[in-house]
């Protein structure tokens, strides 16, 4: 299975990934290849200072006002992976916009693996959490 990205994004992600790499809080940024971004749909996995083990995430530019938007972030979702929604990256962006960014859609996503574990049937394969 291959995971739709977008491919025009590339740069923008490159920016984001390299801003959070510099935050503080962040202790590594280990970027997946082309190949895996095609197949898994993961753009890097990012590992919080004090965090066992790194974040699965997808970086997009594709916002609200994007075809297909809520379906992306569904998918995105049920796969585990923690979707990065940044509409417009400067190329100067902070590390610490970055990481707000990434705070924000982490804490969605908790919230939404939280929601499907309480509302998956008895015995049903749950949603992942990404708690440390």
Not at 35 to 50: F, I, K, P, S, Y
Not at 78 to 94: D, H, K, M, Y
Not at 109 to 120: H, P
């Amino acid at each position: 299975m291959r995971y739709r990205h977008d491919r025009d994004g590339h740069l923008d992600e490159q920016v984001f990934l390299a801003a959070i790499a510099a935050h503080p809080a962040i202790a590594r940024v280990e970027r997946t290849t082309h190949a895996e971004d095609e197949v898994l749909g993961v753009d890097a996995l990012v590992t919080v200072r004090g965090a066992s083990s790194p974040i699965p995430i997808d970086v997009t530019t594709r916002g609200r006002t994007s075809r297909g938007y809520v379906a992306n972030l569904l998918d995105t979702l049920r796969r585990g992976v923690v979707p990065v929604v940044i509409e417009r990256v400067p190329t100067n962006l902070s590390p610490d916009d970055a990481f707000a960014a990434f705070a924000f859609w982490w804490r969605t996503s908790e919230e939404y693996f939280a929601a499907s574990a309480c509302l998956a049937p008895s015995g049903a394969s749950r949603a992942p959490s990404l708690r440390r």
